[in-house]
C-alpha cells in the first residue's frame, strides 16, 4: 500500500483525490521532518551534528514548498488563499478581514 491514512476505500476515491491525498501527507512528513530535525539540533551538544540536522532541515523546507506549488497548480482553492495570504506584509487576520470584507 503505498498510503496508510486513507480513511476512504482507495476504489472510491477520485483520481485528483488520490493526487491530493499523496501531496498533503507528504508536507505533512516534510513538516514533521522539519520539526523533528531543529528539535534534535537544539538538543545535541555535537556541534558537526547540529550543523548536519539544520542542514538537513532547510532541506525540507524545500521539499516542502515544492509540494505546496503542486498544491498551488492543482487546486484552484489553495491557489486563491496562497495568493490571498502569502507575501503580504499586512497583519493576517486583517489579509483575512480584507478578504471578507472587499
Ligand atoms: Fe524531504
Known amino acids: 500500500m503505498s498510503s ?8 472510491k476515491l477520485s483520481e485528483q483525490t488520490l493526487h491530493l491525498h499523496y501531496a498533503i501527507t507528504s508536507l505533512m512528513e516534510e513538516l514533521e521532518a522539519v520539526d523533528w530535525y531543529r528539535q534534535r539540533a537544539d538538543d545535541t551538544s555535537n556541534a558537526d551534528l547540529r550543523g548536519v ?6 532541506e525540507e523546507m524545500e ?6 506549488e503542486w498544491l498551488r497548480r492543482n487546486e484552484p482553492h489553495f ?3 496562497l495568493r490571498e495570504y502569502l507575501f503580504t506584509d499586512k497583519p493576517i487576520v486583517e489579509v483575512e478581514h480584507e478578504a471578507m470584507n472587499p
Open 4 to 11: 496508510e491514512t486513507l480513511h476512504v476505500a482507495r476504489e
Open 53 to 58: 540536522l539544520l542542514h538537513n532541515a532547510r
Open 63 to 68: 521539499h516542502a514548498a515544492m509540494l505546496i
Open 79 to 81: 491557489e486563491k488563499q
